[in-house]
């Protein structure tokens, strides 16, 4: 069984900053390209960051220059820091990993979602 378990979310005012973990845990061989996604009220689920196992990074165009995705494999984490966040970046943000198990079989694992709401 693996796990991913996000933290970090909140309120926050327009131009403040947030940082969202994600913890993976279980049966976990290796970890390879792990992301974040998030889903605004009304909207399809959008990819915002992820970053492979090398640390080679990707960011959707609107969070370039404010959003930060970085991982700690010695802890199985991803963060995300967020800067000058804007009211548009409120949504659910969720986690996702792509891993190979103990087992041997590689899986597409989604966190539970965090919620981060911008006021304006």
């Known amino acids: 069984q693996v796990q991913l378990v996000e933290s970090g979310g ?3 005012q327009a131009g403040g900053s947030l940082r969202l973990s994600c913890a993976a845990s ?3 061989f290796r970890l390879n390209d792990m992301g974040w996604y998030r889903q605004a009220p ?12 090398s640390n080679w990074t990707s960011y959707e165009e609107s969070v370039k220059g404010r959003f930060t995705i970085s991982r700690d494999n010695a802890k199985n984490t991803v963060y995300l820091e967020m ?9 659910v943000y969720y986690c996702n990993a792509v891993l190979v198990t103990d087992e041997y079989r590689y899986l597409d694992v989604w966190g539970q979602g965090t919620l981060v709401t911008v006021s304006s």
């Open 10 to 12: 909140g309120l926050v």
């Open 83 to 91: 800067n000058s966040l804007k009211p548009e970046d409120t949504a």
């Open 26 to 28: 279980g049966s976990i």
């Open 42 to 53: 009304g909207k399809q689920r959008e990819l915002v960051a992820d970053i492979t196992s």
